[in-house]
C-alpha cells in the first residue's frame, strides 16, 4: 500500500508541473504577442510614421478576387479606419496585383492576414519615419504666424494709419492666412501619417505557375525564333551568293592560266 500510495503522488506530481508548464507557456506566448503588437506602434509621445511593404505569392486565379476582398474591407472599415491609395492589377500567364492602403494601426496584421490567406508570405519590411522636427517646424511656423496676425490685427485698428500703411497691412494679413491655411494642412497630414499607417502589399503568382507559364512562352515563341533565324540564314546567303560567284569564277580563271603556263614550261 504504501508503495501504491507513493506512485500515486508521484503521479499527481507530474501532471501538477505540466498544467504549471502549460499554463506559463500560454502566457508567455500571449506577453510576447502583445510585446510584438505594441512594438509595431508609435510610443507615447513620439512622432513615428509607420510604413510595411508585404510580398506574397498566390496562385494566379486567386490574386484578383484577393485584391477585391482587401480593397472591400478596407473600404468597408473591417479593420478600422481605411482608405485605399493605390490599385493595380496585371492579367495574363503571370497574373499579379498590388494595393496600397493607409490604415489605423490596429488593422495593420489583420489587413496582411486577410491578404496573405492560404498564401505564402516571401519578404516583409518595416520602416518607420521619425517626423519630430517636421511636427515642430510646423508647430512653431503656426504660432510665429498667429503672433504675427494678432500684432497687425492690433495696429490696424488704430485710426490715424494712412491708406498706404492700411493696405500694406492687409496684403500682409492675406499672406498670413494662406501660410496659416499651409501649415495648418501640414500639420494634418504629419498627424495622419503618424495616426495611420501606409500597408503596400504585392501579390505574385507562385513559382510554379510562372515555371509553367515561361515554358508555354518559350512553345510559343520558338516558331517566330525559328523564322526570324531561317529568315536571317537567308539574308546572309542571299549577300554571299554574288560574292561567292565572283570569287569562284576569279579562282576557275586563275588556276586555268595557272595549267596552260605549266603545260608551257
Known sequence: MTAALRRSCALVGMLLALMLAVGCSKHDARTAGVAAEAAMASPEGAFLAYEHTVQLRLPGGQIAPRLKAVAEACQGGKFGDCAVLQLSQSGGDTASGAIEVRIAPRGVEPIIALASEKGEVTRRDTRAEDLAQQVADTRLTQARLKNEHARLGEYQQRKDLAVADLLTISQRLSEIEAGLEQAGRDAAQQHRRIDTQKVTIQLDSTSSQRNRSEIGRALAESGGIFTTSLAYL?????????????????SWGGLKLWRRRRRRD
Do not use: S, Y
Not at 537567308?234 to 569564277?249: E, H, W
Open 234 to 250: 537567308i539574308r546572309v546567303f542571299a549577300g554571299l551568293l554574288p560574292l561567292l560567284l565572283v570569287g569562284g569564277a576569279l
